[in-house]
């Protein structure tokens, strides 16, 4: 394989540990924190953890290192979706697992979960694992979406891990992922494998978060590299001042990735699915608050902008729900089959019709068809529509040119509209890691080989205090139940993670709210550039903008 030059470079790169993990090995101690209690249902968590439950949070310190001598065996899997920095996490796992014995083993389960259930492994080794430090992706061992929650599955897990002398296992993945690594633990314990499970915080989406997890590894690395892009379509638009810009970015169930990229870059409009579901916007009113920052632009001569939409979008709002769910019903069970078998479009169209409520009908009827018909095209397992596969940056620019041509009818605007389309996801799951995000995860990856050797069992490794220099950041451990409350899933009350969602009067939001009005009319896009592994600490080891507020 041909080695680019900047890869070659980053294999030189020496991540940063928190201050308290740089001493060695022998000189990393626990300082026992407070006894913890879930978030919230505290008597249901409990009582569906009993071996888990309220244990102490942690933290590490420069002192003498009293964990029992003993082989470690581990296993790590990397669940979900793609995030900068993964690579790293597995880096400071083996680093630190081969720095307390060289001994020790680290297995690396293939293709997300499914690699842990199928028995599907490899070893890592020195030379196998220098290809991957400080790279983007997570191709060392592949990822995968299939869930770890059914008791047969863990039967087969723990005798996967029998069969291996595997003593500990890391779950690095997302809010579902470490709600099964926190159950994994429970079902471990209570059947006295003696095998722990350590989670690890991943997700571009930054939706895990929380008062004891500051951020998700990712996040950083791929708003920063949305943003580039973002920016240098703002400097675009600005300079050839003839297309507005529907730029669409991931984020399926929350709008922190949209919010950042807002903060980094001032465009014009950045919708916010939270706002719009809390205000309980229309899409018409959607398209109008769009159309009133076009048509203030155009007023000015500016016929060109910049609008940034998150990819959940359309499920926040309340009449699009209430569609989406109507259409499920519509084609629950055999009835896919009838509709499908409808030879053309005007026919479906008149199914359709006859099946939705006036309402929905009334929502169905000002969406763009080729939307319309993403509606009845690709469905998930359960037989429903996949909202994120929905073109939303088309769906509103259509709605603002229907709305911008009634203006003009009505002689309110005169300028010239024309849209151009973007969608930023895979773009930034892969990038290099920022030197944050290679230094954050490094030290996830460390930490959580020291909660193994320290015995502890449905832990989530947390770094923290990383509003600053890594010298200062805290590194320790936190009961993954204390993360916990009860919620509905698929009509039945579960034990997960909350989703931590863009919070309308947290600071990163209040700081947008307060700019926006000002960025809908002038121009004052800024241009962060690429993301720089090299130079003065102010430009390479930057956080987010959204950490940076929240911890301001
Ligand atoms: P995770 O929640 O697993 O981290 O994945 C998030 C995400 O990147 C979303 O932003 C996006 O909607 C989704 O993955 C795409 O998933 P897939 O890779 O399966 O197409």
């Known amino acids: 394989m041909k080695l680019s030059p900047l890869q070659l470079a980053r294999y030189q790169y020496n991540p940063k540990l928190p201050g308290m993990l740089r001493n060695g090995i022998s000189e990393i101690c626990v300082s026992n924190g407070k006894a913890t209690q879930s978030v919230a249902d505290q008597e249901k968590i409990q009582a569906l953890f009993p071996n888990t439950y309220g244990k102490n949070e942690i933290t590490f310190q420069k002192g003498q290192n009293t964990s029992e001598a003993k082989k470690q065996i581990v296993g790590v899997i990397l669940s979900g979706g793609q995030a900068p920095g993964g690579h790293n996490v597995i880096c400071g796992l083996y680093d630190a697992l081969k720095a307390t014995n060289p001994e020790n083993v680290l297995y690396g389960f293939k293709g997300g979960p499914s690699g842990l259930i199928n028995d599907d492994y490899l070893i890592f080794d020195d030379a196998y694992i220098n290809q991957y430090r400080n790279t983007g992706g997570f191709d060392i ?30 779950i690095i993945g997302g809010d579902d992922s470490n709600t099964n690594a926190g159950v994994l633990a429970e079902y471990f314990a209570a059947h006295n494998t003696g095998v722990q499970v350590i989670g690890c915080p ?38 050839a001042k003839k297309y507005w810009h529907f730029i669409k ?3 399926r169930s929350a709008s922190h990735v949209a919010l950042e990229c807002a903060l980094e870059t001032q465009p014009n409009i950045c919708l916010i699915g939270e706002e719009v579901a809390a205000k309980k916007m229309s899409l018409a009113q959607i398209a109008d608050y769009i159309a009133d920052s076009v048509a203030s632009r155009a007023a000015k001569g500016w016929n ?4 940034i939409i998150p990819e959940g979008i359309v499920e926040f709002v309340p009449e699009f729900s209430v569609l989406i769910a109507e259409i499920n019903e519509l084609l629950a069970g055999e009835k896919t089959a009838q509709f499908n078998a409808l030879p053309s479009w005007k026919e479906k169209y008149a199914f359709i019709e006859n099946g939705l409520t006036k309402e929905s009908m009334a929502v169905f009827a000002i969406l763009p068809e080729n939307i319309q018909q993403q509606l009845f095209l690709e469905r998930d397992p359960h037989g429903n529509v996949q909202v994120s596969l929905i073109e939303s940056e088309k769906l509103f620019s259509a709605l603002v040119k229907d709305n911008l041509a009634a203006r003009k009818a009505a002689g309110s605007y005169k300028g010239k509209f024309s849209a151009q389309h973007h969608f930023l996801g895979y773009e930034g799951r892969c990038a290099f890691p920022s030197n944050f995000d290679a230094d954050y995860c490094y030290s996830l990856g460390y930490n959580a080989f020291m909660l193994i050797q320290y015995g502890y069992n449905g832990y989530l490794s947390k770094v923290s205090n990383l509003h600053k220099p890594a010298e200062e950041w805290v590194a320790g451990g936190m009961p993954i139940t204390k993360m916990m409350n ?65 911890k301001a």
Request: with cysteine.
């Open 141 to 170: 061992i592949g990822s995968g979406r299939t869930k770890l929650e059914s008791e047969e599955q863990f039967a087969i897990v723990a005798d996967v891990c029998k069969s291996h002398g595997i003593t500990a296992i890391v």
């Open 304 to 307: 060109f902008g910049v609008a």
């Open 249 to 251: 970015v991931m984020g």
């Open 202 to 239: 991943k997700t571009i989406d930054g939706d895990l978060k929380n008062e004891d997890i500051e951020c998700s590894f990712g996040f950083d690395t791929a708003t920063k590299t949305y943003s580039e892009m973002i920016g240098n379509i703002e400097r675009d638009a600005n300079s």
């Open 486 to 550: 009860i919620e509905r899933r698929n009509g039945e009350d579960k034990p997960v993670i909350r989703k931590a969602l863009v919070e309308l009067d947290g600071k990163p939001f209040k700081f947008f709210e307060a700019n926006r009005e000002l960025w809908a009319v002038e121009t004052c896009y800024t241009y962060p550039g690429a993301i720089q592994y090299f130079g003065p600490t102010e430009v390479c080891d930057l956080t987010t903008r959204t950490l940076a507020l929240e």
